[in-house]
């Protein structure tokens, strides 16, 4: 099975760029295919985990935190539709973040910050080494999303829905 691998705080900010389509050239023998710009590939030969983990340490311009994933956990998550089929209204933002392991804590959920007036995000469920939930396009959102290693206890990194959907196609078809 394929793997799916996250990198932690990659082009956020103008911090730590660098373009992700060059790393997946960099690592065709292993049929890499990047998806969008926060570091997200899906790896579609077989490897091990190690092996491919020192292969994009090596690569990498910049220490990063690499989380590695079968692509079957990817498409359990989408099997079950945890979003639903309805569209997100335009201002709300879907997201998935990625816990680098199982989590030392977990706050109750759902969770809405801040905890009075307009929401800004929210966290819906976690299922496995995934945390669900979506956010109003807000720049104090960025604040929100960063409490998250504190919360569960664990480095985190977060993908909009889109991606993962996108990352899900890319694992069912074998093609970008």
């Known amino acids: 099975m394929a793997l799916v691998v996250f990198l932690r705080g990659i082009n956020v900010g103008g ?17 890499a295919v990047s998806i969008g710009a926060a570091g997200t590939f899906v790896i579609r030969r077989p490897v091990r985990r190690a092996l491919l983990r020192a292969e994009m340490v090596s690569r990498l311009p910049f220490n990063a ?7 079957r956990e990817i498409l359990r998550l989408m099997s079950q539709n945890p979003f639903g089929r ?27 910050f801040p905890s009075s007036g307009t929401w800004l995000m929210k966290i819906m469920t976690r299922r496995g ?12 959102v960025i604040r929100y999303l960063g409490t998250l290693d504190r919360l569960f206890g664990v480095l985190t990194t977060t993908r909009n829905w889109n991606t993962i959907s996108a ?5 069912e078809t074998g093609k970008n």
Do not use: C, N, W
Request: hydrophobic share 40%; proline share 10%.
């Open 86 to 112: 309805r569209p997100a209204p335009p201002k709300i933002v879907r997201f998935v973040s990625v816990l680098s392991r199982r989590p030392k804590s977990e706050p109750s959920m759902p969770a809405v």
């Open 167 to 171: 990352t899900a196609k890319v694992l």
């Open 129 to 140: 080494r995934f945390v669900l939930g979506a956010y109003r396009r807000h720049m104090r």
């Open 65 to 71: 935190e690499i989380f590695i994933f079968e692509g």
């Open 15 to 31: 911090h730590r760029t660098f373009r992700p389509s060059v790393l997946a050239q960099q690592l065709k023998q292993f049929d």
